[in-house]
């Protein structure tokens, strides 16, 4: 299969509908509905247990995707999926300490401790309590944070002696960053549903932690400085720094965020957003979704706090590369014969639809590897569906000082429909609540090549990056027409071994380089760049 069928790259809601619907069937008949972890393509689409992982990392990240798609997107969701989660949750927090801990074998109990789960029990708290008002939850969470407190500290670390006194398995991690700095965007999320002090201390200090040791003020990704090259680690602890200065209205956190989404973040990211699971992996192209979904929420939050052109890069990673690379079109994936086999194998590629994973910029399958290459992690479908919950929620917001069009993706909602044009190009809008507009200009409408119909261009103003009009029509459409520009760009070759060349119809992809290999997400680029590889 050259390329894949029924590929998304405008669709926000039905993107989120579809990575909520594999969270919500792959849990584990066998193993007391727990979640799977790992999801592979060969030799059979398959689920199976993680042994550092399963139990610590997917409650958070599933909870915090479904029950926030739930609250923005009307999505469904199975209470008996939420009930499972929960429970995968509490077993993980069953262990001698109140610290989320995995099982080393699916039949045993939870023993393996690593300061890289603090983040995804911390979602999973925050989810409960914010979307379910779960006392027992928030209780729960005020034990971990003092638990955190006082088994760690951030001139000493982790007390290991605790960990052997319980007979626990220490896991150790490549420094905060890849650890407990991590879990200062939920914990933020957390301090905003409950207004707890403990959350709010710890963030703070997790933050002095941050900048004095790897985020610095030139904002340049330096391994050493850094320590972790674990490249998801790296861009959730980036965003959690940038949800944490959305909350404080901290100016100066704001531009250290600032600083390494214009510098660091290009060490591991090309143009589209696509990036490694390493930061350095020029050897391959198979990445790690979620890391693009990190970056679109910091993005969002950059383009909320006045910077609007990171809304256009947000867009680009959104249509180029993320709702793309959803897994969608499973008709390629052998499923396993036997009728008796485990769990993880029954039904698994149907199960797996709507599922994101390790793409290549082209396609599923990065060129020069095998079929065991492709994987859907369920961690990276949690993570990536609630970063497109974010775009969702960013991408219209109506306020006090009026309707603002962020991200133009269509749009139909209680104040304002928003339609995409293809002949003439452009946007169609039509209000359905009195108020002023702030409609976000793509980079290339400029007033100089922009017709507005339905609208007296009197009454516009432009603003950098923005048109503002007081008093928009109500009821009857207005058009903001523009052409899309054609453009061929060749992908960083600071992240790519060879060069990958795409051709862009304004920021939607209309052919890329893939070298002949299968399960592609766009048109090849004619002619083919044979010589690159």
């Known amino acids: ?219 340049a990704y330096i391994k050493e400085r850094v320590v972790t090259d674990h490249t998801h680690s790296i861009t959730c602890t980036h965003t959690s720094l940038a949800q944490l200065a959305d909350l404080l209205d901290d100016d100066a956190l704001l531009q250290r965020v600032k600083a390494f989404y214009d510098n660091g973040l290009w060490v591991m990211r090309d143009e589209l957003g696509w990036t490694g699971g390493a930061v350095v992996q020029a050897e391959s192209d198979r990445g790690e979704v979620c890391n693009c979904g990190d970056m679109v929420e910091t993005a969002l939050i950059l383009g909320r706090r006045g910077y609007p052109e990171y809304y256009a890069d947000a867009e680009r990673m959104l249509r180029a590369h993320l709702l793309p690379s959803q897994l969608r079109d499973v008709s390629w994936m052998k499923v396993d014969p036997d009728p008796n086999a485990p769990d993880g194998r029954r039904d698994a590629a149907n199960r797996l639809r709507g599922a994101w994973g390790v793409p290549a910029p082209y396609g599923h399958w990065a060129h020069d590897l095998g079929l065991d290459s492709i994987g859907y992690y369920l961690d990276i479908v949690g993570s990536t569906t609630g970063s497109v919950v974010a775009a969702l929620e960013a991408a219209v917001v109506t306020d006090a000082t009026g309707h603002h069009v962020n991200l133009l993706f269509d749009h139909d909602g209680p104040t304002l429909r928003l339609t995409n044009l293809t002949a003439p190009e452009g946007l169609e809008i039509l209000l359905k609540q009195a108020a002023p507009l702030w409609l976000r200009l793509p980079p290339w409408a400029t007033p100089a090549n922009v017709t507005l119909e339905g609208l007296d261009s009197a009454s516009v103003q432009w603003l950098p990056g923005r048109l503002f009009v007081a008093h928009p029509p109500v009821g009857a459409p207005l058009r903001v027409l523009y052409d899309l520009p054609d453009t061929t760009l060749t992908l960083s070759p600071r992240v790519h071994a060879h060069p990958i060349r795409v051709r862009l119809h304004g920021d939607r992809v209309a052919a890329m380089d893939n070298w002949g290999m299968p399960l592609t997400f766009f048109d090849s680029l004619e002619p083919p760049d044979t010589a690159a590889v």
């Not at 809601?13 to 979640?35: P, V």
């Not at 398959?46 to 609250?71: I, K, Q």
Request: net charge neutral.
């Open 1 to 219: 299969m050259p390329k894949l069928a029924n590929v998304n790259t405008t669709d926000l809601r039905a993107a989120i509908e579809l990575g909520c619907r594999t969270m919500q069937h792959t849990f584990n008949a066998e193993d007391n509905y727990h979640s799977h972890f790992n999801a592979v393509v060969h030799p059979y689409a398959e689920l199976s247990f993680s042994s550092a992982l399963s139990d610590c990392h997917v409650p958070g990240r599933h909870l915090n995707a479904l029950l926030a798609a739930e609250a923005a997107a009307g999505v469904r969701v199975d209470p008996a999926a939420v009930a499972h989660l929960r429970n995968t949750l509490y077993l993980s927090f069953s262990g001698p300490l109140c610290l989320p801990l995995n099982r080393l074998e699916q039949s045993g109990p939870v023993r393996v401790f690593s300061a890289h789960n603090l983040r995804e029990a911390m979602h999973a708290c925050y989810a409960l309590v914010r979307f379910r008002g779960d006392a027992e939850t928030r209780w729960l969470a005020e034990r971990f944070i003092a638990e955190i407190n006082r088994v760690w500290s951030p001139e000493n670390g982790w007390d290991l002696a605790a960990f052997v006194a319980h007979d626990l398995i220490y896991q150790p991690v490549q420094g905060a960053v890849n650890g407990e700095a991590r879990m200062i965007g939920p914990l933020v999320k957390y301090v905003r549903a409950t207004g707890s002090p403990a959350a709010l201390d710890l963030a703070l200090r997790l933050k002095e932690v941050c900048l004095e040791r790897h985020f610095w003020a030139d904002g």
